[in-house]
């Protein structure tokens, strides 16, 4: 009996013993997950973080940033700027799908460490985004296709709200992916802007990394892309590859190489036909729907704008509900011939753009036309020149003066002309820019100034020199002094004007400051648009300033190239040592008027208090070698 009541207790002992094992042990694992998932919090906010302080779209943020992130005497230059990743494109995922909801299409989307981003998801003839919890995702508001207006506008999906980046669609009826991709890309054309980027998504696949949207933004900036492709993993995925360089670039006649993820700027979308997305007897196409639509966009991009990246950005999920699983062979092979026999597009050729802003200059507008009308460049691409009226008491005169030279020189350049409301400023010829920017396929631009005048080769050989994110001017300085620590902008540049006008100092090819008068800019400095109208709202006085903000935010925010022309040099009719006409009478008269209207003229003072307070509160450091390496 006690052997019997000892066995008994020592089994007891043994199970509480393991109970207390198997607690600590479950309390273990717990605090092991919840580390863990505060782990992975802690990073994700690390990461959103990073993203959202590295933004300077406001001088208030600018300022907050530099107290933050710089200790008291670090500075900001091109070397170490302040917010490099600020210089993001637009995107917009178009996801649609069809029976299965795209919970991890748009989750990887939501992942992304990115700010600028808009979903666009298009159901396909099921009830999925009917249900409470699509409803609620949706902000309550799921568009019925059929019932938006045929003649869309912008405004109108500017009234749909957007719910953590969503806009929801769909259809009754089932059609097939070619078809909601039809309707999804024309609603992206009719809200986007011209260089935004358009990003292809299977509503059963997702992005691979949460940096995905970074890395394509990067791409096209770094590039000057219109379109990217690859690389993914799932099914295929080994056919991906760089494109044949060494043969002609017929994209539909050559081997099918173009993988997820499938990108392209806006502005290309109002070339497509609908009969990329149907086929010969005007049914929607049920397979090869990308190849339809990414055949003419690699046509129109042409082999210098199409863009083949390497990392692994994409998911694919080749699921039973696929197209390829559930349409006929005969079907597939039907629609693949048909795409591949359309014929081809030529790639595009963009217009150079010219922004030309008078003032009280008008006597020297009808000279500058003929200058602009011969510039070799036109022999190559069209010319557009936009000439900005800032004066509103000449609107009359220029009228007159504009439609006589639009007479004289309609068959070699268009000339737009636009008339602004109050006058901005030397601010205004950004402005424009940026509001061209919206609208159309722009590369580049080139800014001209109203006292000039310019060899052939000038806006040539400024679109020659210019690179991927830079911009490039003939006139500029470089600060190289060691006796302050602070550098004056009228007296401590190492290059001087008689040194360009002369061509001496070639070794310097790089400028701290860079003067917009006869330049030229990448236009995706307008992805920065909002800071520059903030800066102009925020220091009205400084408004004729643009040229000591615009070279601070290439330089000490962004980090950009600010290159020096030495090609061909402009004419500047207000200097005396940059005269090279023989009408020298002509010069004699108009120096006066010239320099009367001039702005730098009467704002020495004020322009040196500009430059002083960018070195000292905004932490400018604009020092460079005298080889002119900054």
Request: net charge positive; hydrophobic share 40%.
């Amino acid at each position: 009996m006690t052997s019997q009541r000892t066995t008994r207790r020592v089994r007891r002992s043994r199970g509480r013993r393991s109970r207390a094992a198997w607690t600590w042990v479950s309390w273990a694992a717990i605090v092991a997950c919840v580390g863990f998932l505060n782990l992975r919090l802690l990073r994700t906010q690390r990461e959103t973080k990073a993203m959202k302080t590295d933004s300077c779209r406001t001088v208030s943020e600018i300022r907050r940033l530099l107290k933050e992130t710089k200790a008291p005497f670090e500075t900001v230059s091109s070397k170490n700027p302040l917010c490099s990743a600020t210089a993001q494109l637009f995107m917009h995922i178009l996801i649609p799908f069809h029976g299965k909801p795209p919970v991890r299409a748009i989750e990887s989307v939501r992942a992304q460490v990115f700010e600028r981003k808009l979903m666009w998801v298009l159901e396909d003839g099921s009830e999925q985004l009917l249900k409470l919890r699509w409803r609620r995702m949706c902000g309550g508001l799921v568009k019925d296709i059929a019932r938006i207006p045929s003649k869309l506008s912008k405004e109108y999906f500017s009234g749909i709200k957007a719910v953590d980046d969503l806009l929801c669609f769909r259809s009754k009826t089932r059609f097939g992916p070619a078809r909601a991709r039809y309707f999804g890309l024309n609603f992206i054309d009719t809200f986007a802007g011209a260089n935004d980027v358009v990003v292809l998504l299977d509503g059963g696949d997702a992005l691979a990394r949460k940096s995905t949207l970074q890395l394509l933004s990067d791409e096209y900036l770094r590039k000057k892309s219109w379109c990217t492709y690859g690389s993914y993993t799932g099914a295929f995925a080994e056919e991906t590859k760089p494109f044949a360089s060494d043969v002609p670039f017929k994209p539909r006649e050559s081997e099918w190489v173009y993988g997820h993820v499938r990108t392209f700027k806006v502005h290309l979308i109002k070339h497509l036909s609908i009969n990329d997305f149907r086929d010969g007897d005007g049914a929607w196409l049920q397979k090869a729907t990308d190849r339809g639509l990414f055949y003419r966009i690699l046509e129109l991009s042409g082999p210098n704008r199409t863009s083949y990246i390497r990392e692994i950005m994409y998911i694919y999920h080749r699921g039973d509900r696929s197209t390829l699983a559930q349409v006929p062979k005969d079907m597939q092979k039907k629609n693949l011939k048909y795409v591949q026999s359309l014929t081809p597009s030529e790639p595009l050729l963009p217009h150079v753009h010219i922004i030309l802003v008078v003032w009280r200059r008008i006597f020297l507008l009808n000279r500058q036309i003929e200058s602009i009308a011969t510039q070799t460049i036109q022999d190559k691409r069209k010319v557009v020149l936009h000439i900005v009226n800032n004066n509103s008491n000449e609107k009359h005169h220029i009228d007159e003066l504009v439609q006589k030279a639009m007479q004289s020189q309609h068959e070699r350049m268009h000339i737009h002309l636009y008339h602004s409301d109050k006058n901005m400023g030397a601010f205004q010829r950004f402005f424009y820019a940026c509001e061209l920017w919206q609208t159309l396929d722009l590369d580049e631009f080139v800014l001209l100034d109203d006292d000039q005048i310019w060899p052939r080769t000038f806006v040539e050989d400024l679109l020659t020199e210019l690179q991927p994110k830079s911009s490039i001017s003939w006139y500029g300085k470089v600060f190289t002094s060691t006796y302050a620590s602070i550098m004056d902008y009228w007296e401590d540049s190492y290059l001087k004007m008689d040194d360009i006008t002369h061509g001496r100092m070639q070794q310097i090819k790089s400028l701290t400051y860079l003067g917009p008068g006869g330049s030229a800019f990448d236009s995706n400095i307008c992805t920065m648009s909002h800071l520059i109208r903030n800066v102009f709202a925020t220091y009205p006085k400084y408004r004729d300033f643009d040229d000591i903000w615009m070279s601070y935010i290439m330089d000490a925010l962004l980090g950009w190239k600010q290159i020096r022309l030495l090609a061909s040099l402009p004419t500047d009719l207000g200097n005396r040592s940059s005269w090279t006409f023989t009408e020298k009478t002509f010069h004699r008269y108009t120096m006066n008027r010239i320099s009367r209207v001039a702005t730098y003229s009467k704002s020495v003072a004020l322009k040196r208090k500009h430059f002083f307070m960018l070195q000292t509160e905004f932490k400018w450091d604009v020092f460079c070698s005298s080889s002119g390496k900054c």
